[in-house]
Nanobody, 123 residues
Framework: HLQLVEAGGDLVQPGGSLRLSCVAS????????VGWFRQAPGKEREGILC????????NFAETVEDRFATSRDVTKNTLYLHMNNLKPEDTAVYFC????????????????WGKGTLVNVSS
């Protein structure tokens, strides 16, 4: 059973940067397609990044593709989301997820969710 724990959310000024981490336990992340979702106040959860199981294909949402990047530390079984030039509209709870398949920038099927970490972009 895979468990996912996000960290790194914080209050940051517009234009700032943050790095979110997603630490997995119970199984290797490379056994799954993985992704990041976010949910802003009053809005539906949206997928912003999907990585296929082999890790060779990344799909970012258009709203973040020029500002966000991802990396993975296999030895730590950890996925990172590097967020730059943050905007107030990036304010949301960010969730890490694992499952199968990518539908554009969202996992097609989510089998495991983390509990989320809050990113607040405000001056």
């Amino acid at each position: 059973h895979l468990q996912l724990v996000e960290a790194g959310g914080d209050l940051v000024q517009p234009g700032g940067s943050l790095r979110l981490s997603c630490v997995a336990s119970g199984s290797g992340l490379d056994s799954f397609a993985v992704g990041w979702f976010r949910q802003a106040p009053g809005k539906e959860r949206e997928g912003i990044l999907c990585i296929n199981r082999r890790g060779g294909r990344l799909n970012f949402a258009e709203t973040v593709e020029d500002r966000f990047a991802t990396s993975r530390d296999v030895t730590k079984n950890t996925l990172y989301l590097h967020m730059n030039n943050l905007k107030p509209e990036d304010t949301a709870v960010y969730f890490c997820a694992a499952g199968s398949g990518c539908w554009d920038s969202a996992l097609a099927r989510v089998d495991y969710w983390g509990k989320g970490t809050l990113v607040n972009v405000s001056s």
